[in-house]
């Protein structure tokens, strides 16, 4: 995966075409941007934001165009996942921890299921600001302001909390960079050692009767460790398996403040982002003349765009265009979020519409946010056999057309949390409301994101 060809390395070197600044998305029309009450204050903070230091470096975000470059052409796995939003409220270092295994533990169980190696972006440590359909939002007898993620305003529902303040962004820039800290010490520090990972595998296998099914697998994973030590693979504390690389990425639709963290790079005089290592434009905010393409075309790093059941052949060729008219493999991922039931309609053109112009892009699923409905209770939900069937939907439909499905977003979190219906546990509608503290989309628990991953893997596998 760290090899790099020449091509590519020549293409991440040249400018993209037309004129293109870090402040050029002002110039068009912006979507599900809030409006800052006071622009002394924004001014100062965008200041403030602009002197502090880089999150990632862009070497690391060329280390993934290359990792995803390698998704592209078929010979790896992307496994994006994380949060929703990110919350100010619920921010720890147990929190942080838990996803990472979470992701960690997919992943082992992914590796095996696609005999590939699975690269893994989080979404984590800079996903707090939030689309949303309605500008406002009824609680009770309450007509509000929309939340729209804690970089922007706060989910108390009275008036005053929501007022957008700019301040916010200092914030979310402090709770990423320690976020970004701990995960970066977590990967590199031992936490991630493979055997680890495998025992807690082991450990969700053998904690329930509807784990067990998993048995083999994870049975197998075991001989296959067992087979790499005796070949003389070194799995002992100091070795590099104990380390991984983990991503990160967010939605990139607040623009001032992903404006303020885009730095030139001393290196090769191009400008990335440096608010994470990719971005995504998301369903809502993905026109071909919008602010958050034209953002999104002249920073350097990779690059995602959600597509749904809307998205037209012609529309999402424009969109290959203007992001990567170079071509560069692994720069643009395309991720359909169609919904279970549409996604073996509407999936189709596409791929073959990328195919037949020779776009390289890679095709990854969100089972996610095609998905959601509202209980009966009034609080927004998914379903887990419906995020399964949805992936299982854009497998079929990439094996038909020949072409690799080279990844998953999800959202999920490392706590116990009941916002998803079944699962492992077959969570139910009368349990929602235990333990329901999404600050936004409901969220995979950490047992039901090890399932899926399990299940995911028998698909790859042709169990
Ligand atoms: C999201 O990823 O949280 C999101 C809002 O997705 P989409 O733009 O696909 O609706
Ligand atoms: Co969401």
Known sequence: MESRTLDADAALASPPSGRWAPRSWREHPALQLPTWPDAAVLDDVVIQLRALPPLVFAGEARRLTRALSSVQAGKAFLLQAGDCAESFDEFSADAIRDKLKVILQMAVVLTYGSGVPVLKVGRIAGQFAKPRSSPTERVGDLELPVFRGHIVNDDLPVPAARVPDPRR????????????????????????????????????????????????????IDRALRFMTACGVDLSTDSPIHQVDLFTSHEALLL???????????????????????????????????????????????????????????????????????????????TSRMGVDKVRRALPPLVVATERAGHPVVWACDPMHGNTFASESGRKTRHFDDVLGEIQGFFEVHRRCGTWPGGVHIELTGDDVTECLGGIEDILEEQLPLRYTTACDPRLNARQAIDLAFRVAELLRGD
């Open 256 to 334: 001032d403040y992903e404006e303020a963290l885009t730095r030139e790079d001393s290196l090769s005089g191009e400008w990335y982002d440096c608010s994470a290592h990719m971005l995504w434009i998301g369903e809502r905010t993905h026109q071909i003349d919008g602010a958050h393409v034209e953002f999104a075309r002249g920073i350097r790093n990779p690059i995602s765009v959600k597509l749904g059941p809307a998205a037209e052949p012609d529309e999402v060729l424009s969109l290959c265009e203007r992001l990567n008219p170079e071509r560069i493999p692994g720069r643009l991922t395309l």
């Open 169 to 220: 962004m200092l914030t979310a820039y402090h709770q990423s960079t320690s976020t970004l800290n701990l995960l970066r010490a977590f990967t590199k520090g031992g936490f991630a050692d493979l055997t680890h990972v495998h025992a807690w595998n082991q450990q969700f296998v053998a904690s329930s009767a509807e784990g067990r099914r998993y048995e083999a697998i994870a049975e197998e």
